[in-house]
């Protein structure tokens, strides 16, 4: 279990720090980076509604899971609506022209978005842990992109290297402190609220998925390469079903 909790920890940082790494040195193309986020939609999407969804339900009920599902769903929006948030549709800003100012709200907004991220990886310390290292997998994936679009800007800015990736990099700490938070929280509650927060889970990467991953994979790819890594993400789920 150690050993499945390091590499559920390792995964989770990965994202970032991959991405802030490959910000600095050379941005990759457009098409492997929509077809990265579709990938990782789809991975997010077939966990929440063929893992998490039914394990809320078990461990609660269908009402609970439902209500937990809104509540995930409306604490990202919220998220969003409060916290300066830049999408990342290959760094693509929603507001502003200032690259100093966009580099700083991008890298505050994507730590604060995390912390959440974070506590959806620890689902594995009340449920199956190879759904929580798929859960931290996706949201590694989704995070790569993200971390490139928070280093590049910071690094054109400020002409330094080292201090962008450092910079970009720190956006992995609030994934790390979610999810020891929540591995140790879900210890302690009634499975009744377990399966209200897994349903927040779920609702959670629905919410991101739709709202961000989705449209921006898709926002200028028109051969529909990203439609099949979308459904290669699904169909990489359900073989893990075989393990």
């Not at 290959?90 to 502003?96: A, D, I, T, V």
């Not at 991220?117 to 992109?145: D, F, Q, R, W, Y």
Request: glycine residues 6%; aromatic residues 8%; proline residues 4%.
């Amino acid at each position: 279990m150690e050993t499945a909790l390091l590499i559920i920890i390792i995964i989770s940082v990965l994202g970032p720090i991959i991405g802030s790494l490959i910000g600095v040195i050379k941005k990759p193309s457009e098409r492997f980076m929509y077809n990265m986020l579709a990938f990782a939609g789809g991975v997010m999407l077939a966990i929440s509604f063929l893992e998490l969804i039914p394990e809320s339900i078990n461990l609660s009920s269908i009402l609970i899971s439902i209500m937990g599902i809104v509540f995930g769903a409306l604490l990202m929006f919220s998220v969003d609506k409060i916290i300066p948030h830049i999408h990342p549709e290959l760094c693509s800003q929603e507001q502003g022209c200032n690259l100093k100012r966009t580099s700083i709200y991008l890298i505050i907004g994507i730590f604060l978005h995390n912390f959440p991220e974070g506590m959806a990886i620890a689902i594995g310390a009340v449920s199956n842990t190879k759904v929580s290292i798929v859960i931290a997998l996706a949201i590694a994936i989704h995070n790569i992109p993200e971390g490139i679009c928070t280093s590049a800007p910071y690094f054109h800015y400020t002409k330094k290297r080292l201090k962008s990736f450092l910079v970009s990099s720190s956006t992995a700490i609030p994934i790390l402190i979610g999810f020891l938070i929540a591995n140790w929280l879900y210890h302690y509650i009634s499975l009744s609220l377990v399966g209200f927060i897994i349903g927040a889970t779920a609702g959670l990467m629905i919410y991101i998925t739709s709202d961000e991953i989705i449209p921006a994979s898709c926002c200028k790819m028109t051969n529909h390469t990203t439609i099949f890594s979308l459904i290669l993400g699904i169909i990489f789920v359900i073989l893990l079903k075989l393990i």
